[in-house]
């Protein structure tokens, strides 16, 4: 009886901007950058189609495929047009991969990955823009889990049988000949869990749900993104203390609900 939510897609940390919402209430949908050209992935951002027409190059002036390592931007139209995408989650073959917090097992994205159960919901969010309003963070999608592996602890051969395994995912298509991204670039102490998901699940069509609120919370100068209260309240959020989610990031987040109330309180993805 878990849900658990994961900031996704391509925002302002990596393309420079917030992605649309219209006001129809369809939104575009973006994934990020790839981080490396050895992908097996075949979308580009000169290929992913727009929902209001064009592809996604169309929208952006500049990509930066490595938040925080401090690498230039790209702004070269043509090589941000073929820049391979980094398709995680994949709402099509309905499935996601992971590697956040996996340095430290307690904590982050990968330890609520792994506690996750067939028929819990692992839901994705990401910042939209409406029209002349300030951007938020929203629930695009979600997907039911059918099961969770990671590659920890395994043999090069066990990893690549895993990957083998799910071939739709992001990271076993930027895997080279078996060998996962981070083991190539020397940071073992990292590993993968994927999620393979099944139906109810998928993007939604319109209206995807504001999660954040924007206020200054007290003792602070700034304005601030936070989890909205009633969200928090309703979905039964799991939190260690009182403080709200602050949201200007993208952390994970677990609510105590099983897939059937989130089901009954989001829909299902192709009727929203």
């Not at 690549?160 to 076993?172: I, T």
């Amino acid at each position: 009886m878990t849900v658990v939510l994961a900031g996704v897609g391509a925002d302002q940390s990596n393309v420079g901007r917030n992605l649309p919402l219209y006001d129809d209430g369809t939104f575009e949908y973006i994934p990020i950058p790839e981080k490396t050209p050895e992908t097996d992935e075949s979308e580009t951002f000169g290929t992913w189609p727009l929902r209001n027409g064009g592809v996604a190059a169309d929208l952006l002036s500049k990509i930066r495929p490595a938040p925080g390592r401090e690498e230039e931007w790209v702004t070269d139209p043509d090589r941000i047009a073929d820049w391979p995408l980094h398709r995680d989650p994949n709402f099509d073959a309905l499935t996601y991969g992971e590697h956040r917090g996996s340095a430290d097992r307690r904590q982050g994205y990968v330890r609520l990955l792994e506690a996750l159960d067939p028929g819990d919901v692992v839901g994705f969010y990401a910042g939209l823009a409406p029209p002349g309003g300030h951007p938020h963070r929203y629930l695009i999608g979600y997907f039911t889990v059918e099961s969770v592996v990671t590659t920890a602890g395994r043999s090069p051969a066990e990893k690549r049988d895993l990957l083998a395994d799910h071939p739709e995912n992001a990271h076993a298509k930027r895997s080279h000949e078996g060998t996962l991204y981070y083991d190539r670039v020397g940071a073992e102490d990292k590993y993968v869990a994927i999620v393979a998901g099944r139906e109810p699940g998928g993007l939604f069509d319109r209206d995807p749900i504001r999660l954040s609120e924007r206020y200054v919370k007290p003792g602070n100068e700034r304005v601030g993104y936070y989890l909205r209260e009633e969200i928090a309240d309703e979905w039964h959020l799991r939190a260690p203390d009182a403080d709200p989610v602050a949201l200007t990031r993208k952390p994970a987040m677990c609510f105590d609900l099983s897939g059937g109330a989130f089901r009954d309180r989001v829909g299902i993805p192709g009727t929203r």
